[in-house]
């Protein structure tokens, strides 16, 4: 399973970013799809996450602002961040249900293994 995330970069607060997570070796059937995102000096959290029959999930700190959506004809992940705040900035990282054993992280009532290397959001 190989998870590429792309569409970071450097932002003015109130703008918006468009995050993607091309996929590959995984079936988006099978499982649950989501965004986590890591601060300088902060433990990574859960910021949404779609599941196998497309019900969403989010932070409730980024209701409103955040949508997550996936493209099963073309594996891809994509998270629409708008209103973007400083506070945003952070390393994203797209991840997969399932995995492990390496680094696992629980969110949302689902176990993420599979993790991309992460993008990175900074809002100034």
């Known amino acids: 399973v190989q998870l590429v995330e792309s569409g970071g970069g450097s932002v003015q607060a109130g703008g918006s970013l468009r995050l993607s997570c091309a996929t590959s070796g995984y079936t988006y059937g099978n499982g649950c799809l989501g965004w986590f995102r890591q601060a300088p000096g902060k433990e990574r959290e859960g910021v949404a996450a779609i599941d196998a029959v497309g019900d969403t999930y989010y932070a409730d700190s980024l209701k409103g602002r955040f949508t997550i959506s996936k493209d099963n004809a073309k594996d891809i992940l994509y998270l629409q961040m708008n209103s973007l705040k400083p506070g945003d900035t952070a390393m994203y990282y797209c991840?997969?249900?399932?995995?492990?054993?390496?680094?696992?992280?629980?969110?949302?009532?689902?176990?993420?293994?599979?993790w991309g290397q992460g993008t990175q959001v900074t809002v100034s």
């Open positions: 991840a997969a249900e399932g995995g492990g054993p390496g680094y696992i992280e629980r969110w949302a009532g689902h176990l993420f293994g599979y």
